[in-house]
């Protein structure tokens, strides 16, 4: 299973503050999990074939080796602590559950 979170950053947030936390603590405490086959964020850098903005800044993609412990993994006080941090940047994250065709 492969989760896609699409966002923007709330307003007055720093980019490079969230990055920053991000690469320190978002990616290797999420790469951690046992659930969790591979872990990334990217910075969208625009939209192929336009000169317009995408409508989302940032994109995760979480590759979830089981489902089951995954929930297990993220119902735990430390990752409930991270997911906090994050909600102080992330603007209404959208979680898209996704299985491959």
Do not use: C
């Not at 997911?83 to 979680?95: I, L, R, T, V």
Request: hydrophobic residues 45%.
């Amino acid at each position: 299973m492969r989760i896609i979170v699409l966002f923007n950053l709330k307003p007055g947030v720093d980019p490079a503050a969230y990055e920053n936390w991000a690469r320190t603590t978002d990616i290797p405490g999420v790469n951690a999990l046992g659930s969790v086959k591979d872990f990334q964020v990217h910075r969208a850098t625009g939209v192929l074939g336009s000169d317009a903005p995408s409508p989302f800044a940032y994109f995760e993609v979480i590759d979830v080796a089981d489902m089951d412990a995954f929930g297990k993994d993220v119902s735990s006080e430390a990752v409930q602590k991270v997911a906090a941090q994050f909600q102080q940047f992330a603007d209404n994250p959208q979680f898209i559950l996704t299985e491959t065709l």
